[in-house]
């Protein structure tokens, strides 16, 4: 798939240690979302820098701009704008303000927990590491209602 991706789910892939359920996917991010991903030091800087160098990732820049959300950063917005300058309907994002404006805006927003979730549905991951990540989500800063969390680990 194609995808173009904010900061978040690029980083919680980090800290889970799972880039590599992006290897088959081509992803497009920001000069917006790639400063973002750099200007912190962390103890995932290392596993995001090499990510950004592999030949799937791509960074682009956003012609026209649009302002179109004031409560949205620098990063979110970017992607949005990207996505629809390359008509890419599928945007990796987390944030739920951002998620509701590219659904407006006729985007599929994806986030971690679908990555995950696809990968298991794929055959990338088993049943135990798919319970794994989806449990540490949490302990990592990942937002999910505790309710929802625990009806997805006991669907799998």
């Known amino acids: 798939m194609k995808f173009v991706a904010d900061c978040s789910p690029l980083i919680f892939l980090a800290k889970l240690d799972v880039f590599d359920l992006l290897n088959k996917d081509e992803i497009l991010i920001t000069f917006e979302v790639q400063e973002e991903l750099l200007i912190k030091e962390s103890p995932e800087k290392d596993k995001i820098v090499k990510f950004l160098s592999q030949k799937n990732v791509k960074i682009a820049k956003v012609l026209k701009p649009d302002n179109f959300s004031e409560v949205l950063g620098k990063g979110e917005l970017s992607t949005i704008n990207l996505a629809l300058e390359k008509k890419i309907p599928n945007v990796l994002m987390d944030d739920r303000r951002a998620r509701s404006l590219a659904k407006i805006r006729n985007l599929k927003p994806r986030g971690t927990l679908w990555?995950?979730?696809?990968?298991?549905?794929?055959?990338?991951?088993?049943?135990t590491q798919t319970h794994d990540l989806i449990y540490d989500l949490p302990s990592i800063g990942f937002r999910i209602d505790q309710e929802f969390l625990f009806t997805i680990l006991k669907n799998l």
């Open 115 to 127: 990555l995950i979730l696809r990968a298991y549905k794929n055959g990338l991951l088993n049943k």
